[in-house]
C-alpha cells in the first residue's frame, strides 16, 4: 500500500504503566520513516528522552496519528485530544479490560507499519455532550437518602455526586 503520509505521531500514554518498551518500539519507526514523534507536557515524565515535548495545543492540532500506551481510560483520553480533528487512534493495550484498545504490546511493531501505510479501518465512537445547571452551593461529597412509608420494603434511593475528576464513563438514569 502508499505511504498515508503520517509525518508526526502523538503518543498519550499512562501515568503509571511501564511503557517504555512501546516507546522505543515508536522512536524506531519514527527513525526509519522520517517521522516526528512527539509526547504532550504531562506525559513527558513517563514517555522520557527522544520524543520531542509540545503543549497540548501544539499535540492536537499538529499530528496526523495518535498512539495511546494505556487501557481505555487512556484511550478515551487521547480520543478527546484528536475530538476536534480526527485522526486515526491507535490503543496499546496496558490495562486490565481493554474494550477500547485493540492491540498488546508485543504487536505494536506491525501494527504501526500498518498505520503508516494506510492498512487500518477506522472505527468510529460517538460522543455525547452534557452540561449541568449550577447551584450556589455545591455538595462537596456523595450524599444518598432513602425513604419508606411503612413496613414496606421498597425503598427510594436519591443520590448525588459531584466530580470534578476525569472518568471513564457516566451513566444516567430517570425515572
Known amino acids: 500500500m502508499a505511504d498515508f503520509g503520517i509525518t508526526r505521531v502523538g503518543v498519550v500514554a499512562h501515568p503509571r504503566k511501564p511503557v517504555r518498551d512501546s516507546v522505543d518500539v515508536l522512536v524506531s519507526f519514527a527513525e526509519r520513516h522520517g517521522v516526528e514523534l512527539v509526547v504532550r507536557e504531562t506525559d513527558a515524565a513517563q514517555v522520557g528522552a527522544g520524543v520531542a515535548v509540545v503543549s497540548d495545543e501544539g499535540f492536537a492540532a499538529g499530528v496526523d496519528a495518535v498512539v495511546s500506551l494505556g487501557g481505555d481510560g487512556t484511550m478515551l483520553g487521547a480520543m478527546r485530544l484528536a475530538v476536534e480533528r480526527p485522526v486515526p487512534v491507535l ?4 490495562g486490565n479490560v481493554g474494550f477500547l484498545v485493540e492491540i498488546a504490546p508485543a504487536e505494536l511493531a506491525g501494527a504501526i507499519e500498518r498505520v503508516h501505510a ?5 472505527e468510529p465512537h460517538s460522543r ?3 452540561s449541568r445547571w449550577k447551584r450556589a452551593t455545591r455538595p462537596r461529597s ?4 432513602s425513604s419508606s ?4 420494603p421498597a425503598r427510594r434511593w436519591r443520590s448525588t455526586c459531584w466530580s470534578t475528576g476525569r472518568s471513564s464513563g457516566t451513566t444516567a438514569v430517570t425515572p
Do not use: I
Open 91 to 94: 490503543g496499546v493495550n496496558y
Open 118 to 122: 494506510g492498512d487500518f479501518e477506522v
Open 128 to 130: 455525547t455532550a452534557a
Open 142 to 145: 456523595r450524599s444518598t437518602t
Open 149 to 152: 412509608a411503612g413496613p414496606s
